[in-house]
T-cell receptor
Framework: SQQGEEDPQALSIQEGENATMNCSYKTSINNLQWYRQNSGRGLVHLIL?????REKHSGRLRVTLDTSKKSSSLLITASRAADTASYFCATGGNTGKLIFGQGTTLQVKP | DTGVSQDPRHKITKRGQNVTFRCDPISEHNRLYWYRQTLGQGPEFLTYFQNEAQLEKSRLLSDRFSAERPKGSFSTLEIQRTEQGDSAMYLC????????????FGPGTRLTVT
């Protein structure tokens, strides 16, 4: 079962612009992660934010978490063509089983 | 390359045939996970192992599916009597038990059932 919804389902921007994608989830969580998937390939872990954190940065990535609204957002600043991929949020419990959203497909035009 | 490998990368089979996929995790990782991803969707959890013990199975894992992890190293996922609905990408991931949520994914095996 999917954890929730990601918004938008698809996003197309020009190189250099910022990209923001949102994720909502249904249950209480210990942490939330964002993954990237290039076309037809495996997932790459981008960033993890714990339930007691509100914001986290990693390079050009900024993640926020609002546990009261059960939502998270991923901001990619100064996007590059190489950022073209699908992005998934995933929530995890103590067992490590990850529950993924449906993903946002990002296209960055050069 | 995350260090997790899967074989084969692609498999085309006819409906009714059996298929087996292999996953080799990062060597020091004691947890191994299988997920299934259909087109346009996020991955869905199938099952996971801690060492050689299979600790949880999703209800998505019907009786036609079986997974093993002998000796707690590599794992195999077998699908018997394949159906067209089994067509998907099968992803394997591994992690250390103490950091179970930090999973490293393999490139996946894309299964097409004709």
């Amino acid at each position: 079962s999917q954890q929730g919804e990601e918004d938008p389902q698809a996003l197309s921007i020009q190189e250099g612009e910022n990209a923001t994608m949102n994720c909502s989830y249904k249950t209480s969580i210990n942490n939330l992660q964002w993954y990237r998937q290039n076309s037809g390939r495996g997932l790459v872990h981008l960033i993890l934010i714990r339930s007691n954190e509100r914001e986290k940065h990693s390079g050009r990535l900024r993640v926020t978490l609002d546990t009261s609204k059960k939502s998270s957002s991923l901001l990619i600043t100064a996007s590059r063509a190489a950022d073209t991929a699908s992005y998934f949020c995933a929530t995890g419990g103590n067992t490590g089983k990850l529950i993924f959203g449906q993903g946002t497909t990002l296209q960055v035009k050069p | 390359d995350t260090g997790v490998s899967q074989d084969p990368r692609h498999k085309i089979t006819k409906r009714g045939q059996n298929v087996t996929f292999r996953c080799d995790p990062i060597s020091e990782h004691n947890r191994l996970y299988w997920y299934r991803q259909t087109l346009g969707q996020g991955p869905e959890f199938l099952t996971y192992f801690q060492n050689e013990a299979q600790l949880e199975k999703s209800r998505l894992l019907s009786d036609r599916f079986s997974a093993e992890r002998p000796k707690g190293s590599f794992s195999t996922l077998e699908i018997q009597r394949t159906e067209q609905g089994d067509s998907a990408m099968y992803l394997c991931a591994s992690s250390l038990g103490g950091r179970a949520y930090e999973q490293y994914f393999g490139p996946g095996t894309r299964l097409t059932v004709t």
